[in-house]
């Protein structure tokens, strides 16, 4: 909970948009999360606790002994955003260990191309990320993610150096969204992943 406060503060503090802050969770973390918000500096913020059922994700995940962290729950949310988020158009997700050092307002009028459901960072080309994945031992192409030596992932047509994106912050049309189904397609590969690991 507390890189997700950290990270509230971060935007908080250094933007006068008027941000209403969705803060999602388990249901057996909910009452936590509000009286930890409701005591503490943040208890000024515009926030909704959100919950995020687990169930969603039955028979779409499958457990991984290498890296189990990355198939909690939570870890998901990103992929059901048009369900837990319903009145607003624009929606800028963020992991919760992100902070943010700028006006989180410019961001979000970061413009979408008519037919775009949502812009991510590209940041392989970047020194800096490339140093610190280095570092950590992350890779940043799809080679780091797929097992090319599978035959269903060679007939995808992705090459191994192409870029993979930064899942961790996405500003999103939830209007565009819907309308491409993108949760249903994220499912889909989901599943597929399911099938053939």
């Known amino acids: 909970m507390g890189a997700a406060m950290a990270a509230i503060n971060s935007i908080y503090s250094n933007t ?12 057996n973390t909910l009452t936590r999360i509000r009286k930890w918000i409701e005591h503490s500096k943040l208890r000024e913020i515009n926030f909704k606790i959100v ?22 729950p939570l870890n998901f949310v990103r992929f059901y955003l048009p369900l837990l988020i319903h009145q607003h158009e624009k929606v ?7 902070i943010v050092q700028g006006d989180i307002q410019e961001l979000y009028d970061t413009t979408l191309a008519r037919g775009h459901a949502a812009a ?5 080309d970047l020194p800096a990320a490339q140093d610190i994945n280095r570092l950590v031992g992350l890779q940043n192409t799809y080679m780091g993610y797929l097992d090319y030596r599978k035959k269903t ?20 049309n939830m209007t565009e969204w819907k309308h491409q189904r993108i949760t249903k397609q994220l499912e889909k590969w989901m599943q597929k992943n399911v099938e053939y690991v």
């Open 92 to 98: 800028i997700y963020l992991d919760d260990d992100v």
């Open 120 to 124: 991510f960072s590209d940041d392989c």
């Open 51 to 72: 919950e995020f059922n687990p169930m969603v994700l039955k028979g779409k995940i499958r457990p991984d002994s290498s890296r189990p962290e990355l198939l909690q």
């Open 153 to 172: 992932i060679k007939d995808l047509g992705i090459s191994p150096s192409t870029c993979s994106f930064n899942p961790g912050v996405i500003v999103a």
């Open 16 to 27: 006068d948009a008027n941000i209403v802050f969705y803060v999602v969770g388990l249901r």
